[in-house]
C-alpha cells in the first residue's frame, strides 16, 4: 500500500482546510486509514481514524467537532475536512493505514504499517 498527502497550505485561524490521501495497492475492509500530525518539536500524535469497511470515525478530543474523516473507497481516497482551525493545529499531517485493525491501540503510530509524506499544515493567528 502507497499513501499520497495533500492539501496542506497556510490558512487565517477560523478558516478550514481539507486534506487528501490518496491509497493504490489492496486495502482490505478492516483495515484503518488514519491522520497523524506533527508539531515542530513534539511526537506524532493521532489525530483521526476511520476503518476502511466501516463508518465510525474516530478523533483525539482536541479535534472533535471541528474535523472530520470520511472515504470514499472508490477511488481510494481518505479525506480529513478540518474546520475552526487553531493556531496549534499548525503541524505536518501525516496519512496511515494499519493492516492490524486493532482498535485498542488505533492511536499508536506503531500500529501502522503504512505512511505517506507529511503536508504542512499552517493556521496564523
Known amino acids: 500500500v502507497q499513501l499520497q498527502a495533500s492539501g496542506g497550505g497556510l490558512v487565517q485561524a477560523g478558516g478550514s482546510l481539507r486534506l487528501s490521501c490518496a491509497a493504490s495497492?489492496?486495502?482490505?475492509?478492516?483495515?484503518?486509514m488514519a491522520w497523524f500530525r506533527q508539531a515542530p518539536g513534539k511526537e506524532r500524535e493521532f489525530v483521526s481514524a476511520?476503518?476502511?469497511?466501516?463508518?465510525?470515525?474516530y478523533y483525539t478530543d482536541s479535534v472533535k467537532g471541528r474535523f472530520t474523516i470520511y472515504r470514499d473507497n472508490a477511488k481510494n481516497m481518505v479525506y480529513l475536512q478540518m474546520d475552526s482551525l487553531k493556531p496549534e493545529d499548525t503541524a505536518v499531517y501525516f496519512c496511515a493505514a494499519s493492516s492490524r485493525g486493532i482498535l485498542a491501540t488505533l492511536t499508536s503510530t506503531r500500529t501502522y504499517d503504512y505512511w505517506g509524506q507529511g503536508t504542512l499544515v499552517t493556521v496564523s493567528s
Open positions: 476511520i476503518r476502511w469497511g466501516a463508518r465510525a470515525p
Open positions: 495497492g489492496r486495502i482490505f475492509s478492516n483495515y484503518f
